[in-house]
């Protein structure tokens, strides 16, 4: 597995049930120039995808496209924090209230084309997922997603409620407290365990900001 073409077939190998007509949903670089050339590389490690529809897709071509991700009616529950937060460390690391919306200025979906993207479980579940089921995907499928992580090599990891299920392969840790927010740090990478992008918990500017400045903070101290 040394391509992201021998892992999708693997995937595809391994995952696909054509008896129930249930297929993965292949993820990774979303462009792969735009990916290499951005500032930092910034990785997002969500949990799964959903689709009622039973998957056999490629997440590149939804979230790499905005006119199709806009027609995905709850799209800004989990993106748009994902946006904001990337096109503010990609272009100075403005605050969330600096930021243009994305219903005025959709050409910042746009930023999604320079990251990458993986799920800890491949196959489309529901609206809400299941932790001891996100658990198991991982465990069985931990060389995939590992080799993932490193074709991607990011500067960047944020775990959307992923970290705690992925530091210890990743050999990270002790995660520390920071602006509100736990993270792990060394000259090279940060990795940032958030919340997921579609929390209810804290109020969207909380949650950006939190993982804004910690990255700021980080890179800030590099220079």
């Not at 392969?169 to 997921?196: M, Q, R, S, V, W």
Request: aromatic letters at 10%; a negative charge; hydrophobic letters at 35%.
């Amino acid at each position: 597995m040394n391509t992201f073409k021998e892992i999708d077939a693997l995937i595809k190998a391994r995952m696909s049930n054509d008896v129930e007509e249930i297929y993965p949903v292949y993820d990774g670089i979303v462009n792969d120039h735009e990916y290499s050339n951005a500032k930092y590389k910034i990785l997002w490690i969500l949990k799964e995808p959903h689709d009622k529809d039973g998957g056999n897709w490629y997440m590149k071509d939804f979230i790499g496209n905005k006119d199709r991700l806009r027609e995905y009616r709850n799209w800004p529950r989990t993106f748009n924090p994902i946006i904001y937060v990337t096109y503010s460390i990609l272009n100075g690391f403005s605050s969330w209230n600096e930021l243009d919306d994305t219903s005025e200025n959709p050409d910042m979906i746009d930023v999604l084309r320079k990251i990458a993207y993986i799920n800890l479980k491949k196959i489309p579940g529901e609206t809400v997922s299941v932790p001891d089921v996100i658990q198991k995907a991982y465990e069985e499928n931990k060389d995939i997603i590992l080799k993932q992580i490193e074709l991607c090599d990011p500067n960047m990891i944020i775990g959307g409620s992923t970290m705690s299920i992925i530091a210890n392969d990743l050999g990270i840790g002790p995660l520390i407290e920071k602006n509100g927010i736990k993270c792990f740090a060394t000259n090279e990478k940060i990795y940032i365990d958030a919340y997921h992008p579609n929390q209810k918990s804290i109020p969207q500017q909380i949650y950006c900001d939190s993982i804004i400045n910690t990255i700021k903070d980080w890179a800030t101290s590099k220079k």
